[in-house]
Nanobody, 124 residues
Framework: QVQLVESGGGLVQAGGSLRLSCAASGLTFSTYSMGWFRQAPGKQREFVAGITGNGGSTVYADSVKGRFTISRDNAKNTMYLQMNNLKPEDTAVYYC?????????????????WGQGTQVTVSS
């Protein structure tokens, strides 16, 4: 049974930082590309960042480029999202997801497994 469990969300002031973690189990973690998505109230779930199985390639949404960093530790079956210089518009539920595609994909329908999400709230 595959499980993805996010943690690290919370309330932070604008300009602050948070680091999200996604702990995976029940799958051969290094063979899956991974992604971070977010969904704000009343909006569609959107791609934030993605990383290939070996961590050698990353992709970011334009809205977070230069502020967020995605990484993974395959020895720990864990993926991370370091979020710096947070803005109120970053407020959302953040989800991690795994796909058996070997490349990074932005479409939610391309992902096989999802976590339950963690709330990030940025106050102005």
């Amino acid at each position: 049974q595959v499980q993805l469990v996010e943690s690290g969300g919370g309330l932070v002031q604008a300009g602050g930082s948070l680091r999200l973690s996604c702990a995976a189990s029940g799958l051969t973690f290094s063979t899956y590309s991974m992604g971070w998505f977010r969904q704000a109230p009343g909006k569609q779930r959107e791609f934030v960042a993605g990383i290939t199985g070996n961590g050698g390639s990353t992709v970011y949404a334009d809205s977070v480029k230069g502020r967020f960093t995605i990484s993974r530790d395959n020895a720990k079956n864990t993926m991370y999202l370091q979020m710096n210089n947070l803005k109120p518009e970053d407020t959302a539920v953040y989800y991690c997801a795994a796909t058996n595609h070997k490349v990074i994909v932005r479409l939610t329908t391309s992902y096989n497994y999802w976590g339950q999400g963690t709330q990030v709230t940025v106050s102005s």
